[in-house]
């Protein structure tokens, strides 16, 4: 069995900026979440500047890479736009996810079999600026073979359907899913490749993701912004934080 090691937690930010957005004020500020989220035991801080730039600004990347003391997780679509932005900035990390105006969120995972010549030459500047390339992928062999032959560094399985499964209640494709995204984490980490996870996490999802023992990373965004509604950041962080301990201790 593969060792378990430490988990990090990504808090994504990009919801604080959602609700700025909505009044066009300057609060409340994502850096400032970005700074608490830190001393709330975060390990790094994702930020996803769309094309449409409906949440996370430029002023946003910024400023967070100037005041930030732990990693950033850039996303961003496969975009010539979206690459000369991480080359001017070199995050330590660039996740490359799928991207349509339309959608509300993040609704699947880059299809790397398909691309794979375009995005393997995307990436490699990227990989040389010193970025840790990750791809946002569903739990599937196909695009997780894709993925460690163009020459990720990294993926990132999407849990959203997992997470879907268990909200609506159909709990053996909940259970489906989780077999799949159990599967897959091995299959990749087997390749070599490093696992990270994420997309609709909550405290009821997260312990059984966080088991595994190959992720080496969570990103969470969307339900810890909303708890912090009613917790503050702080509180809303360190339960989560908690909880993948727990998961991982078990
Ligand atoms: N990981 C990736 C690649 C994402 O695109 C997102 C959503 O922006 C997340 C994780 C976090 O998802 P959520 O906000 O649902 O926790």
């Given at each position: 069995m593969t060792p378990r090691s430490p988990l990090r937690l990504g808090v994504n930010i990009d919801h604080v900026a959602t609700v700025r957005n909505a009044r066009g004020s300057a609060y409340p500020d994502p850096l400032r979440a970005a700074k608490l989220a830190q001393k709330a035991g975060a390990d790094g801080i994702t930020a996803h500047l769309r094309e449409d730039r409906?949440?996370?600004s430029d002023a946003d990347i910024d400023g967070l890479m100037s005041v930030l003391d732990i990693p950033l997780n850039f996303e961003m679509a496969a975009t010539a736009e979206m690459q000369s932005i991480a080359l001017r900035y070199k995050p330590h990390a660039v996740c490359l996810v799928p991207e349509k105006r339309e959608e509300r969120t993040t609704e699947g995972g880059l299809e790397v079999a398909?691309?794979?010549?375009?995005?393997?030459?995307?990436?490699?500047p990227l990989a040389e600026a010193g970025c840790r390339v990750s791809i946002f992928i569903a739990a599937?062999?196909?695009?997780?073979e894709a993925a460690h032959r163009i020459g990720a560094a990294v993926i990132e399985l999407h849990t959203g359907a997992y997470c879907d499964a268990h909200a609506e209640g159909r709990l053996t494709e909940r259970d489906e899913e989780l077999a799949r995204l159990r599967e897959m984490s091995a299959y990749a980490h087997s390749l070599g490749l490093e696992v990270h996870a994420g997309h609709g996490l909550t405290y009821d999802t997260v312990k059984p993701i966080a088991a595994f023992?190959?992720?080496?990373?969570?990103?969470?965004?969307?339900?810890?912004?909303?708890?912090?509604?009613?917790l503050g950041l702080e509180p809303a962080i360190g339960h989560m934080r908690q909880l993948m301990d727990e998961a991982r201790a078990e």
């Open positions: 409906r949440h996370i398909r691309e794979e010549n375009r995005l393997a030459h995307f990436i490699a599937d062999a196909r695009q997780i023992p190959e992720v080496k990373e969570l990103n969470i965004g969307h339900f810890l912004i909303g708890e912090a509604i009613f």
